[in-house]
Each structure stands twice: as structure tokens, then as C-alpha cells.
């Protein structure tokens, strides 16, 4: 039975352009992206949907929006949603009857650089005014607070010091386009739920949602000759 994903958006839709891709070239029959709905009926994440044959919504953001979003889902028989750049929050109720099968993508190290209105070249021009070194991309688990559920993968973006907040973004955008879809895909095959302690929960054969070359079984030599060669011995 394939996985069905919605893809909530507000921007363009650069994220469900390589979700949409990735799920079709790698994940035929597993899973498929049958919705893409946003709170703006001129989002260019509408076009990317239409060019992908993928059915576009604009959602009904009045009073009785938080209803008419899980009817939406419900009539798609939706499995899994996933936030791509969607700037509101999603309603308690459709949180909760969601709970462990809706993700979001941030654009940097949660929980640092995250919250109500970290959003955007917001989240970057305060990386770099933190003079952060590393910055880097989370997906996580929704839950009733932005940004703050449970951690499902991340991987770490270098920060260079002649960075503008664009040249951050783009470097970060670029290893959203990679992690996100490989991360919805684990949660499609069933690689990692959410726990009943609230934490994201990776099945033993699954690869760890660490960054791999992170941990390698380095050892203190290789590990001192590294540092020696990024801050000079
Ligand atoms: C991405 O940077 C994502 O991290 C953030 O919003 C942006 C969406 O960009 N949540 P796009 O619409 O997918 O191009």
C-alpha cells in the first residue's frame, strides 16, 4: 500500500520539487505525493505540484480552517504530511490527530535559530550574527509549538565567513533538497516513528539520523589530525 504525502507550502516550492522528484525516481509504488495545498492561492509551490500531475489546494485559512484542512487530508486519505516551507501554524486539532505523521523541514540546527518568526533569511542572518561556524538543516515531527517537535534527522552546513544570510540559505537550501526526502522516505518505510516518550524513535536497521561521517569510529588521532587542519596546528 503506498504512502500517501501531502505537502503543506507557502513559497515556491523548491522543497516539493525534490520531494516530488525524489519520491518518483526512488520510491515508485512505496510512496507518492498526491497533494499540495497552501495559504496562498498564488504560491509557486502550486505550479510545481500542477507541473508534477500532483492535485494543488488553496486551503480555507478563515474561521473554520482547522476543519476544513483535515477534511482535505481526510478526502485525499492522506498518511503523512509534510510542511515545506509552510509559515502558519497547524491548527491544535489537526496536530494532534496528526501526531507522528507530520514533519517539517527548518532551515538550520534546532532548537537553536528556530521559533515563532524564525523563518526565512531571518534564520540565517541570525546564525550569522551568533558568529555560529556550523549551521545546518532539521527535520523534525510537528507538534502544538513551532519548531519544536521531536528531532528526526539533521546535517550540518559549514558557515563561511565572507557569508551574506542569501549565500547561507542557499548552501542550506541545497542540503534540504537531499535530507528531507530521505527522511520522509524512512518514516514511509517505518525506519522511525514517533516514541511514546515523544522522541523519534530509529528502528536498529535503519542508519542513525546522525550525520554519518560524524560518526565514524574516528579515532583520537584522526580526530586531532581533522581540528589540526581546520584551525592550523
Ligand atoms: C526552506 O528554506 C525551508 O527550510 C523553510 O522555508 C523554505 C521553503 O522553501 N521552511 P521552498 O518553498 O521549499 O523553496
Do not use: C, K
Not at 500531475?53 to 509534510?82: N, S
Not at 558568529?131 to 550540518?156: K, L, N
Amino acid at each position: 500500500m503506498s504512502t500517501r504525502i501531502a505537502v503543506l507550502a507557502s513559497g515556491r516550492g523548491s522543497n516539493l520539487e525534490a520531494l516530488a522528484s525524489h519520491v518518483e525516481r526512488r520510491a515508485a509504488g512505496m510512496a507518492t505525493v498526491v497533494l499540495a495545498a497552501s495559504d496562498r492561492a498564488d504560491a509557486g509551490a502550486l505550479d510545481v505540484a500542477r507541473a508534477h500531475g500532483i492535485a494543488a489546494a488553496a486551503l480555507d485559512m478563515g474561521p473554520d480552517h482547522a476543519r476544513a484542512l483535515g477534511a482535505l487530508l481526510a478526502t485525499h486519505r492522506i498518511d503523512l504530511v509534510v510542511l515545506a516551507g509552510y509559515l502558519r501554524l497547524v491548527p491544535p486539532d489537526v496536530v494532534r490527530a496528526w501526531r507522528g505523521r507530520i514533519v517539517n523541514v527548518h532551515p538550520a540546527l534546532l532548537p537553536a535559530f528556530g521559533g515563532p518568526g524564525m523563518y526565512g533569511a531571518r534564520v540565517h542572518r541570525a546564525v550569522l550574527a551568533a558568529g555560529a561556524r556550523v549551521s545546518g538543516v532539521t527535520v523534525h515531527f510537528v507538534d502544538e509549538v513551532y519548531d519544536r517537535g521531536a528531532t528526526i534527522a539533521q546535517w550540518p552546513v559549514p558557515v563561511r565567513d565572507d557569508d551574506t544570510p542569501a549565500a547561507l540559505a542557499a548552501r542550506v537550501l541545497r542540503v534540504e533538497h537531499l535530507l528531507l526526502p530521505r527522511a520522509v522516505l524512512a518514516l514511509a518505510r517505518g525506519d522511525v516513528r514517533l516514541a511514546d516518550d515523544g522522541r523519534a524513535l530509529w528502528m536498529p536497521r535503519a542508519t542513525t539520523a546522525t550525520a554519518a561521517f560524524l560518526l565514524r569510529d574516528t579515532d583520537d588521532d584522526d580526530l586531532a589530525r581533522s581540528i589540526d587542519a581546520a584551525l592550523g596546528a
